[in-house]
């Protein structure tokens, strides 16, 4: 699983994906190129191995199922719910980044 990478949602200047980390979580990953007076707006939430099963369980799969292809199949539910409030839903805490560039 360690660097493989699935498209999540792609449209309307808001891309997101999510990868493999060589730990075994993962990390979801948005560029959002359509914000109003920014350039470009990026973030990342990555979420830890062991928080792994509850998100596999939260989207419908089984244990040993791959969180990669069920975030892919969902990515789009999970993009309009907002990856961040999904996941803290679910009572877990992932690492947050994000990078702003604005207009001049």
Do not use: N
Not at 85 to 102: I, V
């Amino acid at each position: 699983m360690t660097g493989r990478t699935v498209r999540m949602y792609a449209a309307h200047r808001l891309h997101v994906w999510a990868s493999a980390t060589d730990d075994r979580g993962f990390v979801i990953e948005g560029q959002d190129l359509g914000r109003p007076g920014m350039v470009e707006y990026e973030y990342s939430l990555r979420v830890a191995p062991a928080d792994v099963p509850r998100v596999v369980a939260a989207l419908g799969g089984q244990p040993g199922d791959d969180v990669l292809d069920l975030l892919e199949r969902e990515g789009e539910l999970l993009v309009r719910a907002g990856e961040s409030t999904w996941l803290k839903s679910l009572g877990l805490e992932p690492e947050f980044w994000s990078r702003s560039e604005y207009e001049d």
